[in-house]
């Protein structure tokens, strides 16, 4: 099966929308950031905050107007710190910025290639500092161009959906849970995810869901004969659960597991067998 897709969200982002029309920026969030959320954070949201899976590419060439925007906001940056900025077409998140301790990873929208020095400015202070008034002159300048952004095609990505596994058959699985937990109401495609290498993985997240186009990816380790079919049913189980709850912000956080999400997770028939096995084995699973 193949069809359209967009890139996942990196992971470790939190949202905030600036005006009503929901142009959104990705902020960064360490967890000290201060103060306990009122998010509540079950186990999952401990594994890793984003529902996507995080792929890093290596830098190959990169566009110049990449190169010169990078070192225009270097230019305004606090000494010891550096900025790692990648220019995407990516219309739903229009800046990005994880904050690391000696780099600023900005993601950014097309439109602020050569972008004038005033802007500039506002960009490294919204960068360093998250601040209102710089967020303010990057939400005027992208409503102003908001037309671009949207008119930009989608990139078309081809994604293969691979859902038999050597042991477990993700789609036999999602369709026997639509049935019995959603009454085959749930859309979504479900695919065996690729194998990562370790070192590229920030976090091991056994199940992802790409709220873009609805796919559920499984991490391949659980394809094993050793990993009962319960375990696998509550991985997706779970999974498909975030296409029925949205993602809840409050404040400039989100929310992946509300509640109510929560509350539904232990409706699963095998909660209580799924979360000791997990306990048990987890670790030995991924060679922790
Ligand atoms: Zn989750």
Known sequence: MLFRGDTPPPAGSQVTSVDARQLTFRFADSD???????????????????????????????????????????????????????LTGNRYNIVAVRREPAVYVVRIHRIFAGAEPRLVRALARYVVHNDRRASGTLGEFIERHEHIISRAPRRPRLVKLRPTGRVHDLQDIFDRLNRRYFE???????????????????????????VEDRIIRVHPALDRAEVPLFFVEWIVFHEMLHGRHEIRRSGSRRCFHPPEFLAQEREFADYQRASAWEKENVDRLFGR
């Open 32 to 86: 000290d950031e201060g103060g306990a959320s009122p998010c509540p954070i079950s186990r999952w949201a401990a594994r890793g905050k984003t529902p996507g899976r995080v792929v890093r590419l290596p830098a190959g060439g990169r566009p110049l107007e990449e190169i010169r925007l990078e070192q225009a906001v270097a230019a305004y940056l606090p000494p010891g710190k550096g900025v790692r900025l990648t």
């Open 184 to 210: 085959g109401t749930l859309q979504a495609k479900i695919t065996w995810g690729p194998a990562l290498f370790r070192a590229q993985q920030r976090s091991i997240k056994m199940g992802s869901f790409s």
